[in-house]
Nanobody, 125 residues
Framework: QVQLVESGGGLVQAGASLRLSCTASGITFSTYALGWFRQAPGKERAFVAAISATGTIKKYADSLKGRFPISRDNAKNTIYLQMNSLKPEDTAVYYC??????????????????WGQGTQVTVSS
């Protein structure tokens, strides 16, 4: 059974940084691509970033590229999302996601095999 546990969300002021973490179990972590999605109030869940099993390939939503770098530590079964220069429009629930199968990039909801429970990020102006 796959489990994804996110942490690191919170309430911050605009311009601040946060780092989200997602620790996975129930998969051979080093063979799976993982990623992040977010769902803002009243909006559909949207892709944020994804990282390949080895960490060499990273994909980003065009609007976030450069501001939210994604990384992973395979020794800790954990991926990270470093969120910099946060804006009020970044307020959302952030979800960790794992691909459907080994080496499958989770870049759309149909590519996702399992979801984390989500962590709230709130950015005040």
């Amino acid at each position: 059974q796959v489990q994804l546990v996110e942490s690191g969300g919170g309430l911050v002021q605009a311009g601040a940084s946060l780092r989200l973490s997602c620790t996975a179990s129930g998969i051979t972590f080093s063979t799976y691509a993982l990623g992040w999605f977010r769902q803002a109030p009243g909006k559909e869940r949207a892709f944020v970033a994804a990282i390949s099993a080895t960490g060499t390939i990273k994909k980003y939503a065009d609007s976030l590229k450069g501001r939210f770098p994604i990384s992973r530590d395979n020794a800790k079964n954990t991926i990270y999302l470093q969120m910099n220069s946060l804006k009020p429009e970044d307020t959302a629930v952030y979800y960790c996601a794992v691909g459907l199968r080994a080496n499958w990039f989770p870049t759309t909801e149909s590519d996702v095999g399992s979801w984390g429970q989500g962590t709230q990020v709130t950015v005040s102006s």
